[in-house]
């Protein structure tokens, strides 16, 4: 499929990372009779940003917007669909569970996602920070009827030689009853 990517990064790359941002905005497409069976295109922005406030202090803010523009949704493959949930969406949530679904509950993929996160870490030890942090998002099919589900958490970061490991619990408070979910990833939060 082909596509296109911008990406500017801001700050240092290393191991615990102070301040620094990323943007990126991606575009891609399909066009009916040209290497494939449907006609549509796809823009994707992302943003992180992370602010010390303090010494031992930082806030993360992490943020995606994507949408399909498509004469008729149902032919886009659902491999190109959009679904929320898991480590780097929002917490508290199963990979790619959040989006439309059909009579039986099945995940459908939405034709637009929208997802945002805040996050303080607070530095305890040199190599080690704890966490809290609160997530909303979704996949969806129309604007008006977005539906954004939240997720909160706590976490522990440990800052290896190799990049930063985090261990997080989170519980996902748009489903009453929902269980704790552990997310554990492995490198740069840039």
Not at 66 to 84: G, K, N, Q, V, W
């Amino acid at each position: 499929m082909p596509g296109a990517i911008v990406e500017r990064i801001k700050g240092q790359i290393k191991n615990n990372q102070r301040t620094g941002n990323r943007f990126s905005l991606e575009l891609r497409g399909g066009h009916e009779g040209l290497i494939s069976d449907v006609s549509f295109f796809q823009p994707i922005l992302n943003a992180k940003v992370i602010h010390a406030l303090w010494p031992r202090t930082r806030v993360l803010l992490r943020g995606e917007v994507a949408a399909t523009l498509i004469d008729e949704f149902d032919t886009l493959p659902l491999s190109l669909r959009y679904y929320a949930g898991g480590d780097d969406s929002v917490r508290g949530y199963g990979y790619q569970r959040l989006s439309p679904r059909n009579e039986d509950g099945d995940v459908l993929g939405g034709k637009q996602k929208l997802v945002g996160s805040i996050e303080l870490d607070y530095m305890f030890l040199e190599k080690w920070s704890a966490a809290t942090f609160f997530d909303t998002g979704n996949a969806f099919d129309d604007w008006d009827h977005i539906g954004l589900e939240q997720g909160v958490g706590v976490g522990i970061r440990w800052y290896s030689p190799v990049g930063p490991l985090r261990i997080d619990l989170a519980k996902g408070i748009s489903e009453p009853g929902s269980d704790l979910r552990l997310h554990i990833v492995f490198g740069p939060q840039l």
